[in-house]
């Protein structure tokens, strides 16, 4: 019995009808196929938060469902969100270089944020926030426009590319054919980035069928369950140029760690960022393992605070831990500048 | 959990999930000893390689046969969009000049209108010092007269 209306669940394709992403916004900047979408909270107490998304993922999963949001949890403590969404590049983008987006598209943004905040509720400075590569892209610009924010969180964001793990091992110059697959596909295929991850952990697919199975009763469950697989089915390409400089700069020759990350004709030094940082690991994290996003500490300027929370690289999106931590870092934010005003 | 007329396929459920358990940590060894096997690795690579190739030799005949036939091909149509996002590039660039200059004439604004301010408040200090003069002026003039007076009779 259990077992048919499981099957019938399946057929009826529960990932299709999940609705995410629900939480009204607006979008008030694009560029090429990304665009800035602002979040405006009921009362507006705390400084704006501007959230740089990873390339490689739709923005949804800061704002998977009602209950279930990032997005959410920053409104209701008072914090406008402006959250880059780096949208579905075309063939035309594999020639799109990482220094146009770390230089241009990601500061564009942030000013672009920061204009917009000022407006409407006359803020002067902006907190940031990055999630996995967008982390990496956002600590790439701010090593090189430190004006940009006050303070920044890094969720699950890798920096020390030795340390991730399987990942690394795959990612391996001598095993890992990059200038073939840019050159052949143009832009990283999101179905090749889905079976990669997939094949992270082989038995991962299977437990989570065996995860519904076990929770089948759970309606909530269900509701989450039905959203994730939505989600998780929607991978991005990766602008091909941007995504041959990246693996070769990060994995292949963990430039982030010694600042050999040559951008434009700048290397990118992250100890010239000295605006305080707080880092957001993820204990059972298989693709930013917490020694990989931890290694912030020992290249970052300024000073460095680190946090271990319950979960996986993508379930502390979903889970109850994130959104505390995170809620906890901007109301701190709120303290220290009470302070500075009262100095 | 022990089997009760209620759930009669406890023990059903418990074994399987043990079952599963071991099927998991099985798999997961094994999987484990391929996918970090540089040997694998090399030939998953290779496979990797010869598909990239291959999808570019599909790419580029069908470019070929569509410039044989005179017709737009895949590759034209990338070009025009990759320099119409130039152009909005470019568009963008020239906005943020527009917004920092916009910037700068605001701070100049600020300045010109804080000097005026400051001009105003200093004309209202002297405003206030003349009035404070004047009315010290008044007071010895309504005290002159006496003297004056006085040095009528002198005339006189």
Known sequence: MRATSFAKYLMGSPARSAKIGQTPHSIIHRENKATLRYFAPVNATQVPVFICMPLINTWTIFDLLPGRSIVGALLAEGAPVYLLDWGRPGPEDKDVRAVELIDGLLPRAMDRALRHATREHAATELDAVGYCVGGTFLAASLARHPHLARRVAFVATPIDFKASGRLAIWADEATFPLDDVVDGFGNFPAALMKSSFAWLRPTGQVAKFKGLWDRFEDEDFKVLWAAMERWSSDNIDFPGECYREYVRACYFNNALMDGSWVLGNEATDLSKCTIPALVLAATGDHIVPPASASALAQVWGGHVETQVIKGGHVGISIGKHLPKALVAWIASGAESADMRAQA | ?156
């Not at chain 2, 963008?92 to 010109?112: F, G, I, M």
């Not at chain 2, 010092?129 to 010895?140: F, G, N, P, Q």
């Open chain 2, 1 to 156: 959990m022990p089997t009760t007329p209620e759930n009669p396929f406890a023990d059903f459920d418990r074994v399987s999930s043990e079952l599963y358990g071991q099927w998991e940590r099985g798999m997961t060894s094994w999987w484990d000893q391929v996918l970090d096997n540089p040997a694998f690795l090399g030939t998953m690579g290779n496979n990797l390689s010869a598909a990239a190739r291959a999808r570019q030799s599909y790419e580029t005949a069908v470019d070929e046969s569509l410039e044989k036939a005179h017709l737009p091909t895949r590759a034209d149509l990338v070009r025009v969009a990759r320099i119409a996002t130039l152009l909005e590039e470019k568009l963008l660039t020239v906005e943020d000049q527009l917004l920092a200059t916009r910037d700068k004439l605001e701070a100049v604004e600020k300045q010109a209108l804080l000097a005026r301010i400051e001009a105003a408040e200093t004309r209202l200090e002297l405003l206030a010092k003349l009035t404070e003069m004047d009315a010290k002026l008044d007071v010895m003039t309504t005290k002159k007269p006496a003297a004056r007076k006085s040095r009528a009779k002198k005339d006189s």
